[in-house]
């Protein structure tokens, strides 16, 4: 039997069990797989590996060898990886869907393969819904295409001062309530535990005890009622390095509670504090989160581009995920980008801002505290799946070499997950979510962009297929 009519016989087969299937830029689902003549960067180490052929059954990594000692079965669906590379599917660990925003309609299920699409894998949603846990139930199950999904509880806050016509949040103003929320979202599935905005110290208190007995962690904001040492202590994972710039304040202006963290960076008056900061406090400051133990992720390229150093109208509408935003949310987004850029702080503080956020992040990094990307899209101009990559951008600007910037968003992000056993590695014996890049992302780290091709589990996504899911996203999302 030649392999061409093996193929059109398995085709036939495939359209008859309605089974995901394509020919010359679809999607392949088939058991066997054999990627031939790629470059792996496994991210085990800063190695690549060149002119190697990965075989993949099932949705698993079998085998990873020379090309020349690799024995490639007729049957298998071979992939020329020639000139090309190979890396570990990518993790955003701080994303939302557009569901929160707007009309609130649920498009969660275009946003995941928008998502896929620019090669995450793996996402942690950081405010949760039912309607997010069925997501992730759906695409655990296979009914949605998209990454796996982790979702974070809705978030406990102080108090909520907008309107209230989506509730992904929950208001803990006393201790019963606080311990009564951590309970009821344990026991509804979410996989950890999200703090914002207003929370006061004795509730703060409450959520982290009660967390503990629940066994569930603990991520998102720290707030001025709270403060970082206190945090630290808890072992509380910190989206933003909120309060961080706080300890560069001096003694005396520490508890003001106006400086440029959370919501205050909103506050021109808080900017005022901007010059007073001390920069020589950042490697104390990094040992200190070191010696906490905890992973940070500074979703730095939003607070960077947002307020620091702000998008202009025209780099916004020229940026990658623009289309893709709907018509509505664009109207607000213009309005928010209105009142922050008519009321710009200095632009000398500004500048010092973005040069801060950047040190401590290569501090916190040369100490050794785990960083994580995360985008916090689609705040602003910010797209789901778009913006990691210029998150990843934004670790190298900061000092991190390429290497270290793939790491936040692969191999780090699996051990804080615990799912490192599984996945963040190209090794055998793990899942296939993997992608294939044309250009190395160790000489440039833009080169993330390069997707050519997407394996996730047992599902091939060749460069027609992405760019179909693509197409689709923008013609459904950006009305």
């Known amino acids: 039997m030649t392999r061409m009519y093996k193929r059109i016989l398995f085709f036939l087969l495939a359209v008859s069990l309605g089974k995901p299937f394509a020919v010359n830029g679809q999607v392949w689902n088939k058991k066997i797989y054999a990627i031939k003549n790629i470059t792996v960067i496994p991210m085990t180490k800063e190695i690549s590996l060149p002119d190697q052929t990965v075989i993949i059954e099932n949705g698993i990594i079998k085998s990873i060898g020379k090309t020349g000692n690799t024995i ?36 969660c299920e275009t946003e995941l393969k928008m998502m896929l699409a620019n090669g ?56 019963e309530k606080a311990a009564n929320a951590v309970r009821q979202f344990r026991m509804e599935g979410y996989d950890e535990i999200k703090i914002t905005f207003m929370v006061k110290a004795e509730v703060y208190d409450a959520i982290i005890n009660t967390a503990k007995e629940e066994r569930i962690r603990v991520t998102g904001h720290v707030g ?17 390095m909120d309060e961080f710039i706080d300890v560069l304040l001096p003694d005396t202006s520490y508890n003001h509670g106006q400086s440029v963290s959370d919501m205050n960076i909103w506050r021109k008056e808080a900017w005022a504090t901007v010059p007073f900061l001390d920069e020589t406090k950042i490697p104390a400051l990094a040992k200190m989160v070191k010696d906490a133990g905890i992973y940070v992720s500074p979703t730095n390229f ?59 992040v290569y501090e916190l990094w040369k100490a050794g505290v785990p960083l994580m990307a995360g985008s916090d899209s689609p705040e602003f101009f910010l797209v789901q799946g778009f ?47 993997l992608i294939l890049l044309d250009k190395n992302p160790l000489e440039d780290i833009r080169n993330t962009k390069s997707i050519h091709g997407v394996f996730k589990g047992k599902n091939w996504y060749d460069e027609k297929a992405i760019q179909q899911m693509l197409e689709d996203a923008k013609s459904l999302l950006g009305r």
């Not at 655990?140 to 309107?163: C, M, N, Y």
């Not at 928010?336 to 710009?344: A, E, I, R, V």
């Not at 190298?396 to 590695?425: C, E, H, N, P, W």
Request: proline share 6%.
């Open 72 to 107: 490639v079965d007729p049957d298998m669906i071979e992939i020329n990886g020639q000139g090309k590379y190979l890396i570990p599917g990518l993790f955003d660990m701080h994303t939302h869907f557009f569901y929160e925003q707007g009309e609130h309609k649920n498009t």
């Open 120 to 175: 995450l894998t793996t996402v942690r949603i950081l405010a949760g819904h039912p309607a997010y846990l069925e997501a992730r139930n759906n695409v655990a199950h296979d009914k949605w295409t998209g990454p796996e999904l982790f979702i974070a509880s809705p978030q406990l806050v102080g108090r909520w001062p907008w309107p209230a016509e989506f509730k992904n949040y929950e208001i803990v103003d006393t201790k």
């Open 302 to 360: 939003f607070f960077i581009s947002t307020f620091g150093d702000p998008a202009t109208e025209q780099q916004a509408k020229q940026s990658q995920g623009y289309e893709y935003i709907p018509s509505v949310i664009k109207k607000e987004r213009w309005k928010n980008w209105d009142y922050y850029n008519k009321n710009l702080p200095a632009v000398e503080s500004r500048k010092k801002y973005v040069r801060l956020r950047k040190k401590m």
């Open 224 to 240: 001025p009622l709270v403060k970082l040492p206190m945090a630290l202590k808890t072992g509380q994972q910190i989206e933003h």
């Open 387 to 433: 913006s990691l990559h210029d998150e990843l951008e934004m670790f190298v600007q900061s000092g991190l070499s390429s290497f270290a910037a793939l790491q936040t968003a692969t191999i780090t992000t699996a051990k804080y997950l615990q799912i490192d056993q599984r996945k963040g590695t190209i090794e055998t014996g793990k899942e296939a979510d």
